[in-house]
């Protein structure tokens, strides 16, 4: 096992300083490794997660500090090039994650050059940021929490909405992440879904860990002062332009989050009237549709577009021009003895998440040993370029 930094190195360098788990702490489990401290329904920090990880590695063949600066075919076998050696091997498994570097939309580039910018993966805390108002871009898990706690530090914030996931942090009681892993949404198999490409590209839900369950939606973020405004479409002479189609993208978040709940109403065998849903999102009757960023009213833009995986140092023709890596539930397709874990929906709609990893790998290693026992099957490449 290959890691370029130390154990755990994500949760260690890549994340901002207040961030805590989305999932409860009891569902934030690895293999063999289950929580067993006194807060099973709270959600960790990222040095703590750093600290799950380094006591389950404990006993992994980890060579830390160890780049992989490219990783070739040759032969049957690949040749793995690091910082420190280097390696032949029959099989390689990508584990390098799905969230190594930023994705930020074109518009960025056109920004007038004293709008100060920073992206999510770069962002630590407020301080940072220059004084005065910030735009956040992007209203999934981590635009919200950002915005959340840019407001609370004083700021005037503005939020700019394209789609979304809407959840309640809550339903009848429980977490609703413990309504999808029970009610079974989160195993659904990926050969299984009606539109697997479209689930691997889902943004992550709006959801926040903090002590007391809160919602952290739209609705709250307007009630902290927040001003909504659509999806940042272009950049013209120092104008940003929004979309119009703000109350849209709300209307159908708000009409996928009922339906969920009707699922899970539906397994429970409940009716679907249950007491304490979420109203509707509160969109205002007009937004704004465009801003001019020369004004100084908005000082800093922070990018919440989301994350990529960085394969700079796969040398094998299996990344499409996006930059998604071609995999069949984890199969790289077309590179016999190439494996992939841990990207969105790679086998179940829990893969991205740290308790998706068991039940994904125990597959993946599965194909990996009967190849590597001479048995090599033919992967089904029909959902391959998904
Ligand atoms: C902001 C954020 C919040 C999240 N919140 C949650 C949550 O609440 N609950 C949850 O279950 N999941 C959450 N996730 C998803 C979480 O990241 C995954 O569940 C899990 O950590 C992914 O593990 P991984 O090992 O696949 O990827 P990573 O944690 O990214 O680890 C990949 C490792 O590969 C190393 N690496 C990369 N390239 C190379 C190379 N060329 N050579 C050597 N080493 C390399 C990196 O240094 C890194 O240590 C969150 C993700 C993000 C980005």
């Not at 992550?204 to 940042?232: C, K």
């Not at 479409?233 to 009922?258: I, Q, T």
């Not at 990207?343 to 599965?366: H, M, N, Q, W, Y």
Request: proline share 5%; with cysteine.
């Amino acid at each position: 096992m290959l890691e370029r930094g130390e154990v755990g190195n994500s949760w260690r360098h890549e994340r901002w300083d207040s961030l805590r788990l989305l999932t409860p702490n009891w569902q934030s489990r690895l293999p063999g490794l289950a929580y067993d401290g006194p807060d099973p329904d709270e959600y960790m920090a990222a040095e703590e997660v750093a600290g799950l990880i380094t006591r389950f590695a404990a006993k992994a063949p980890v060579r830390a500090g160890t780049n992989v600066t490219s990783v070739r075919r040759d032969g049957d076998d690949y040749h793995v090039v690091t910082n420190q050696s280097e390696i032949r091997s029959r099989a390689v498994v990508i584990a390098s994650g799905a969230c190594n570097a930023p994705a930020v939309p074109t518009v960025a580039s056109a920004l007038p050059p004293d709008v100060e910018q920073v992206t999510a993966f770069d962002y630590r805390n407020p301080g940072q940021l220059p004084d005065g108002g910030v735009l956040v871009v992007g209203a999934s898990a981590t635009g919200v929490q950002l915005a959340a706690e840019l407001s609370e530090s004083g700021r005037s914030v503005m939020l700019s909405v394209g789609e979304h996931v809407r959840l309640p942090r809550t339903y009848r009681g429980r977490d609703v992440l413990w309504w999808m892993d029970a009610s079974g949404v989160w195993d659904q198999r990926y050969d299984e879904l009606d539109d697997l490409h479209r689930a691997r590209r889902l943004p992550s839900p709006q959801l926040v860990g903090t002590r007391d369950r809160a919602t952290l939606d739209l609705n709250a973020l307007t009630a902290m002062g927040v001003e909504l405004v659509g999806r940042w479409a272009a950049v013209r002479d120092g104008r940003a332009l929004f979309s119009g189609g703000l109350r849209n993208v709300c209307s159908l978040a708000d009409l996928k989050m009922e339906r969920l709940l009707d699922t899970f109403d539906e397994w429970a065998g409940t009716g679907n009237d249950a007491p304490g849903r979420l109203p509707s999102t509160e969109v205002p009757r007009s937004t704004r549709l465009e801003l001019d960023l020369r004004r100084g009213e908005i000082r800093s833009v922070l990018w919440a577009t989301g994350y990529q995986a960085d394969y700079r140092w796969l040398d094998v023709p299996v990344v499409d021009a996006k930059g998604n890596l071609s995999h069949n539930g984890g199969v790289v397709v077309d590179s016999p003895g190439l494996y992939a874990l841990c990207l969105p929906v790679l086998r179940r709609r829990k893969s991205t998440f740290i308790c998706g990893i068991e039940d994904d790998a125990r597959d993946v290693i599965d194909h990996l040993s009967t190849y590597l026992a001479g048995e090599s099957r033919a992967p089904d490449y029909a959902l391959a370029h998904d």
